[in-house]
């Protein structure tokens, strides 16, 4: 996924990258896959493409959350490029992997909450997502 198609998706719902804020990307691999074909899940996914990653980072997202198994896109990883995962490291941006019903949000505005578990020594944890909508 390119910056073009981020700037177009965020076009086309009227939205803006919400600054110290988090972006949640619906690309529909839950949808189609869930319960399916696991290698079609984990071998086959977008992600975002380091140009992409630089874009969000540049408008002040600080957590990047996506219903693909990375944020970098399958390639990337067969490759072992993993770009994405590399400007949100230098660029200090948190990223959510995995993410279930994200259609359900699509398009709309609300507040992101994140609990993760403590876990020692990870670098990484399950964690309680959730989206708060206000009136």
């Given amino acids: 996924m390119s910056a073009q198609d981020i700037e177009e998706a965020c076009r086309k719902a009227d939205l803006e990258v919400p600054d110290k804020g988090s972006v949640l990307i619906w690309t529909g691999r839950y949808e189609k896959f869930y319960g ?3 290698n079609d ?3 086959k996914y977008p992600g975002l493409s380091e140009e992409a990653m630089n874009w969000l980072a540049d408008r002040g997202c600080v957590n990047v959350g ?3 198994p990375s944020v970098d896109s399958s ?3 067969k490759d072992r490029g993993y770009w994405a ?3 949100c490291r230098e660029r200090k ?3 959510v992997e995995n993410m279930c019903n994200l259609k359900e949000i699509a398009g709309t505005k609300f507040v992101f909450s994140c609990l993760p578990l403590k876990v020692r020594g990870g ?3 399950p964690v309680r997502a959730v ?3 206000f009136e």
Avoid: C, E, P, R
């Fill in 131 to 133: 989206a708060i909508y």
């Fill in 123 to 125: 670098t990484g944890s």
């Fill in 36 to 38: 399916g074909d696991f």
């Fill in 66 to 68: 996506i219903d693909s």
């Fill in 93 to 95: 941006v948190l990223n």
């Fill in 85 to 87: 995962h590399k400007v």
């Fill in 75 to 77: 390639a990337a990883m």
């Fill in 41 to 43: 899940w984990l071998y």
